[in-house]
């Protein structure tokens, strides 16, 4: 029978200046994200004398149940409406950015073509470019094709103009070995088959990243809906919030409601699907 002595306990090192001060910089970042979001959900369980009392904007409300300024806001903000234009959007978007995005960075890659150089030269320009300062041409394009005013003009906007899209799946795709493709020649597989049958299945990772990023993307955006959808059946989860100011301009508590409204969907969909962004940049890096 043996006995070991016991191992010994080292020292608990304490946190120098360095280690103080990276907790500071998280609490401090901390602070400035969660607090503008408490300030937005305890303003909409307020009532209107509540909020114009004065007590300052972190004062709990009275009653933790007063769920009425939600009931306002998505009846006579449309929500429901809102939300459906918004889902009709967000699939064709995304679902167009990742078979063009894929497509793209599967013919950048595997083959030679003249110009290719230049090709990608205007792909960096064009993420160098301010989207504003083409906003003239790009609206008289759209309304030349009758797609003013419908929802299939954010819808051809979001799909050909994401080359953040192309260059993340270009990444993946150049981590993808060329025997891959040899070998599916050699079975008798044209180019479509091979980027059908091989490529976009290994594509997974690089999809859940774009899908992800793309849908927050375009679900928070407002300037492209309020431009090229100005009617109010054609309104979305941003623009429907906005039309809040006009027989809502002094309520904050039914503007707070409504923001939460908005709010939630991204919150949920983002806390299940981190870890999909977090593994996609990762890999996308690494690779």
Aim: hydrophobic share 50%; no cysteine.
């Amino acid at each position: 029978m043996t006995i070991t002595a016991p191992a010994e306990r080292r020292p608990r090192r304490r946190p120098g200046i360095a280690g103080t001060l990276t907790y500071l910089v998280l609490i401090a970042a901390s602070l400035v994200v969660l607090v503008p979001l408490a300030v937005v959900f305890l303003t909409s369980l307020k009532t209107s004398g509540e909020v114009a009392d004065g007590k300052g904007a972190l004062a709990l409300p009275d009653d933790w149940l007063n769920f009425s300024n939600y009931v306002t806001a998505f009846n006579d903000g449309q929500m429901l409406m809102a939300f459906g234009n918004t889902a009709f959007i967000l699939l064709f978007s995304i679902t167009g950015t990742v078979v063009i995005g894929s497509m793209t960075a599967y013919a950048i890659d595997r083959f030679d073509f003249r110009l290719k150089k230049l090709v990608m030269a205007l792909f960096l320009v064009a993420t160098l470019v301010p989207g504003v300062t083409t906003q003239v041409a790009t609206f008289q394009v759209v309304n030349s094709f009758g797609l003013f005013d419908t929802r299939w003009a954010p819808i051809l906007l979001y799909m050909g103009t994401d080359i953040v899209s192309i260059y993340i799946f270009l990444q993946f795709i150049r981590s993808i070995p060329t025997s891959v493709d040899e070998a599916a020649r050699l079975d008798g597989a044209n180019a479509f088959t091979v980027y059908r049958r091989i490529i976009l299945p290994m594509l997974k990772p690089a999809i859940a990243t774009v899908v992800i990023i793309k849908g927050i993307t375009t679900y928070n955006d407002f300037y492209v809906p309020f431009l090229y959808m100005p009617s109010e059946e054609l309104g979305t989860m941003s623009t429907a919030l906005f039309r809040f100011k006009g027989p809502f301009g002094a309520h904050w508590e039914t503007i707070s409601a409504g923001a939460v409204l908005v709010i939630v969907p991204t919150l949920v969909v983002f806390l299940f699907l981190q870890r999909y962004i977090y593994n996609g940049f990762a890999q996308g890096s690494g690779k």
